[in-house]
């Protein structure tokens, strides 16, 4: 029996925050012998700033 789950954590550089994560995989659960994503990150927007 394995005690618990690998799980990988998968992170971007951005210029604005630096290092942010994008996704989150756990491989070792019942049924799953390869990497399964479980939380992945929307894509993200800046919101465009208006000129005066």
Known sequence: MKPSWDVRHTYQFNEYWGFVI?????KGMPGHDE??????AR???????KQQ
């Open 22 to 26: 994008i996704r989150v995989e756990v």
């Open 35 to 40: 990497w399964t994503a479980i939380w992945e």
């Open 43 to 49: 894509r993200w927007s800046i919101p465009e700033v």
